[in-house]
């Protein structure tokens, strides 16, 4: 018997180990039960199924429907071998010339070569389901950048079958059966334009027929391939059988020229001005076209009289030495072969690339499921196609201008041949085999278009990246998608209503180049990023290669049309940003994020660790939060101010504390950190949330202020909330706590900002027509006073506020000069502001103030005295209250402090105190007698005096301000004390609505100098 492993309990069963791992999430790459593998494994190693014995294999990958040859190689051919080679190349050699066809198909087959390359390797380094190109684009670029493309591709292949369907229709109407046109033109001028209407219905009723039989069932389509792909080899076959005859045998196909010009041969059968027969001499035909009568004296077209007829062998043969003799210029004229559009290079590279769009992307990618499964797809499929479209390509160049004239590979609709198929008369046996193969070829290349580009369409939608394309997932209960063939159809009919083969070709060529140039950025990123699950078995591949391509493909696509590139690239980035606002949250382990991590490592080792230059200082908040019983956080309205202060820039931390232990909480953290990530969502806060759990707040609040941020990055200011009932001492953020983090932030030399009445401020929808937002300016703090209202005014929120500035003065400070300078140093700050000097005339202490102090201190004493119970606390706190009520009450009739505070009424008796002791029949009246006789201290009077005067002054001139901001003095040094200091603090902020305290961190954070 084996060993049991230590996961185990019984090693012959390993079914508690697979319960064990199915309950943990699925990592990236990884396996868990039911990940395809692409193997079979016998169901007996786990305990038997329902439904199977025990022995039957468990095959966690469908078998193979079809292999690399029938699923990649024929598919990429029927693409290659298409519309293009058999329509549009001989001419494009006819205007272009050899070397630069040379140079055009070179660029394009090199672009995709690399982008061949890099597909390749990323295919190969995983599962790649249906909708391939988009599945490697989104997987390895992210959601964003996977749906943009992924959509582009999906227009592109769309309109591709636009233009496979257009070149069956010109095929059919040009070659096979002219007759058969609906609309007929009544003049010659008018012929274009009603091939272009004819071009549209038919094509309308093709697209029809074709989606009807994608509907039925793609192996219909599968089986129509084989044969259509048979036409096609057999077609290329005709073709260079028919060069190789042209060497010792040239067919007899004469062309008729005037001067230099072709003349078409419709409308006349003899190429001459005059036939002589029986000793007389009459004008032909073709002198009637170009004369008024058919006298010798008639009035004739100027060049017909100037240039002589002759006639020429169309194809003299490879033997003939055509190749190296000068091309003739394209002509134009009356019965001319005329150029229906202008043509120049980076126009005739945008019409050739589609040629090459079945090499790289279309074949395995968006055919992935169809074929091999894709975790065992390699580059056999594609290498061959890719050579021999290179190939095919190339030597038919040099064939082409090797055997025909220039003037019939210029003849796009071949007028000069009375209307067949330029390179169809080429081939041999017969120009039908061309004609019937091309046509084939094109109704087989529509027949794939329109399959592989609904399914593209279905695996993005249900991906979910994209919301409004969700209902195009569904379709039938086979998996076909219904809804998605029926919008592919509506798009490829604008193809169609284009009605033209030019236009439409460099339309696909700008999708297909952009989806080519992400799949090599893919592959660089990747490669460079050198990620651990970076691991495909195509090994021949290198960043530098898929630079290259990336680069070709760009600059391809500004070579065939730049305004077309613009749209594609703004099509691209309009649904990359709907996918980023509408927060595709996917987390494929993508590139992009991976870069964004090397980056900000980068950054981040190249930020100084000391404090940064004056100008480029900005707060980086720490955002202290409080959290009730439930995880939930007790003021929102702070993280309001966050995102009003930062507007998205700097550093924002929003740290919350959990008193406890870990292995306790650890639920707990998880459910408080997602609700505090919810809300920054709804506050439109962009930060990271940062959460400990801790024995005790103290303590926690101490650790974040320490250790929050990351190298350079870290915070240098503190965002906190007023404790509004800090004299109750079972709050859980009492006012030691509150204290003690001035005192951390004090310690760390970092700015602590305080909002009073915190609930009070606007959220971020709310918008201030006008007000105020006044800056008690009493002690300079470096500047932070200023820089606050600044960034608060380029909110909306804040924006139409006014900004004014109070400065306190003695009565022997020069109050004018004080403005003036106050003034000058705003100038020079930039900072628009109203300033005013407030004078605080110096008077005697009130009996208000000597009563506050008492109290304060009575208060401080009593407690360290008394040993209270909770409802004894709450008890007390409630006298207390009633005592600033009563004392608020005589404010108006203040008087000359006495002599001895003895004189002043006191809310607490005696008899009260002893009535509470026997009451709840605790010891301590003897510590009661020094309460009573308690003096105030003095320095204690003076700071209260100091805050009742200055809570006097900023009520006076900011009790309707929308914001004040004051200097918040520091803690006293003696602990003893802290009580006394919260009670001077919430005395000089009495009375306001909204006040942000602030505490500066000893630096310089504005300055004068650019």
């Not at 960043?543 to 690239?569: D, P």
């Not at 720490?622 to 009003?644: A, W």
Request: charged share 15%.
């Amino acid at each position: 018997r084996r060993p049991a492993l230590p996961f185990q309990e019984d090693s012959g069963s390993p079914s508690r180990w697979v319960q064990d791992i199915s309950g943990h999430p699925a990592a990236a790459g990884g396996w868990l039960p039911g990940t395809p593998w692409g193997v079979c494994c016998p169901r007996g190693a786990w305990g038997g199924a329902a439904g199977r014995g025990p022995q039957e294999p468990l095959c966690l990958f469908q078998s193979p429907r079809m292999g690399t040859f029938i699923g990649v190689y024929l598919p990429c051919l029927q693409n290659i071998l298409g519309v293009i080679l058999f329509l549009r190349l001989t001419w494009i050699v006819g205007v272009a010339g050899v070397l630069e066809s040379f140079l055009i198909v070179s660029m394009c087959c090199t672009c995709t070569m690399l982008t061949a390359i890099s597909m390749s390797a990323i295919a190969t380094n995983g599962v790649v389901p249906a909708g391939g190109s988009y599945y490697m684009i989104s997987r390895s670029l992210g959601p964003e950048f996977g749906g943009a493309v992924g959509l582009c591709f999906y227009l592109g292949t769309t309109f591709a079958g636009a233009m496979y369907i257009l070149g069956t229709i010109e095929i059919f109407l040009t070659y096979i059966s002219p007759s058969a046109a609906i609309i007929q033109a009544e003049t010659a001028e008018g012929e274009a334009a009603a091939m272009l209407h004819n071009m549209r219905v038919y094509g309308t009723c093709t697209l029809v027929l074709m989606a009807m039989v994608v509907f039925v069932g793609v192996k219909y389509v599968n089986k129509l391939a084989l044969v259509f792909l048979a036409c096609v080899v057999l077609s290329i076959l005709a073709i260079y059988a028919g060069v190789v005859k042209t060497a010792f045998d040239p067919p007899d196909i004469p062309v008729c020229l005037l001067g230099n010009r072709t003349l078409s041969r419709r409308g006349f059968d003899i190429c001459a001005k005059f036939h002589t027969a029986n000793n007389s001499t009459t004008p032909t035909a073709l002198w009637g076209l170009f004369c008024n009568s058919s006298m010798p004296s008639a009035t004739c077209d100027e060049y017909f009289a100037q240039n002589n007829v002759t006639e020429i062998q169309g194809i003299p043969g490879v033997a003939s030495g055509v190749l190296l003799g000068e091309q003739e210029s394209r002509a134009s004229g009356l019965p001319y072969v005329l150029t229906d559009i202008m043509t120049y290079f980076t126009m005739l590279v945008g019409i050739y690339f589609p040629s090459v769009t079945g090499e790289a992307l279309p074949c395995p990618s968006t055919r992935a499921g169809w074929g091999r499964p894709a975790c065992a797809w390699d580059p056999v499929g594609v290498w061959p196609a890719t050579s021999l479209t290179r190939d095919k390509d190339l030597s038919c160049i040099v064939l082409f201008g090797a055997c025909i004239e220039g003037v019939i590979l210029r003849d796009k609709f071949g007028e000069a041949l009375q209307g067949k198929l330029v390179i169809g008369m080429l081939a041999w046996p017969s120009p039908w085999v061309i004609v019937i193969g091309s046509f084939f070829s094109t109704c087989g290349a529509g027949l794939q278009s329109l399959t592989g580009a609904p399914r593209l369409l279905q695996a993005i939608a249900r991906d979910g990246i994209i919301p409004f394309l969700q209902v195009f997932g569904h379709g039938k209960a086979n998996g076909e998608p219904t809804w998605a063939l029926l919008l592919t159809a509506l798009i490829c009919e604008t193809g169609i209503l284009i009605a033209s083969l030019d236009s439409v070709a460099p339309i696909l060529s700008m999708f297909f180049l952009m989806c080519y140039m992400f799949v090599n950025l893919a592959c660089a990123v990747q490669t460079l990023l050198r990620t651990p699950n970076w691991r495909p078995r195509f090994r021949y591949y290198h960043w530098a290669l898929s630079f290259l391509g990336m680069s070709l493909c760009l600059a391809l696509m500004f070579i065939c049309s730049w305004y077309y590139a613009l749209v594609a690239m703004l099509i691209a980035g309009c649904i990359y940003k709907y996918i980023e606002y509408r927060g595709a949250e996917k987390e494929w382990g993508d590139g992009i994020r991976g870069l964004s991590l090397n980056a900000a490592r980068y950054a981040l080792l190249r930020v100084e660790h000391g404090p940064p230059h004056t100008k480029n200082w900005r707060p980086q908040v720490l955002v202290m939060l409080n959290l009730d019983e439930e995880q939930r956080v007790k003021h929102p309205r702070l993280l309001s101010l966050t995102t009003q202060l930062k507007a998205g820039k700097g550093l924002t931390i929003v740290g919350a504390v959990l008193e406890g232990t870990y292995l306790d909480k650890h639920v707990e953290a998880q459910r408080a950190e997602e609700n505090i990530r919810s809300l920054m969502g709804v506050e439109k806060t962009k930060g990271f949330c940062q959460l400990v759990v801790s024995s005790n707040l103290r303590d926690g609040m101490s650790h974040l202020i320490q250790s929050a941020g990351l190298g350079g990055m870290k915070h240098n200011t503190v965002l906190m909330a007023w404790p509004e009932s800090w004299k109750q001492e079972d709050n859980t953020f009492s006012w030691k706590n509150f204290v003690e983090t001035v005192r951390d932030t004090t310690a760390a030399q970092q700015a602590l900002l305080v909002a009073k009445n915190v609930d009070l401020f606007p959220q971020n929808q709310e918008r201030f027509g006008d007000g105020d937002i006044d800056v008690w300016w009493v002690v300079h703090d470096g500047g932070l006073l200023m820089l606050l209202p600044f960034l608060l005014r380029q909110h909306k929120v804040w924006r139409k506020c006014r900004m004014r500035i109070f400065t306190v003065a003695q009565v022997d400070d020069n109050s004018i000069q004080m403005k003036k300078d106050l003034q000058v140093f705003l100038y020079h700050l930039r900072i628009s502001a109203e300033v005013e000097v407030v004078e605080m005339v110096e008077n005697d202490i009130s009996a208000f103030t000597y009563e506050k102090t008492l109290m304060m201190e009575q208060r401080s004493q009593m407690l360290k005295q008394m040993q209270l119970s909770k409802t004894e606390r709450e008890r007390e706190a409630q006298l207390i209250h009633d005592r600033n009520t009563a004392s608020h009450s005589v404010v108006a009739t203040r008087t000359q402090a006495p002599s001895t505070p003895d004189k002043v009424q006191m809310t607490w008796t005696k008899e009260k105190l002893i009535a509470e002791k026997y009451k709840n029949k605790e010891p301590g009246v003897s510590g009661f007698k020094d309460l009573f006789s308690l003096k105030p201290n003095q320095s204690n009077v003076r700071r209260m005096h100091t805050a009742v005067k200055l809570n006097g002054v900023v009520l006076s001139r900011s009790r309707g301000a929308q914001l004040v901001l004051l200097n918040m003095p520091g803690p006293p040094r003696n602990r003893q004390g802290d009580e006394n200091y919260m009670e001077f603090l919430e005395v000089l902020t009495e009375g306001l609505n909204r006040v942000l305290l602030v505490r500066g961190s000893g630096r310089e954070v504005v300055t004068i100098y650019s």
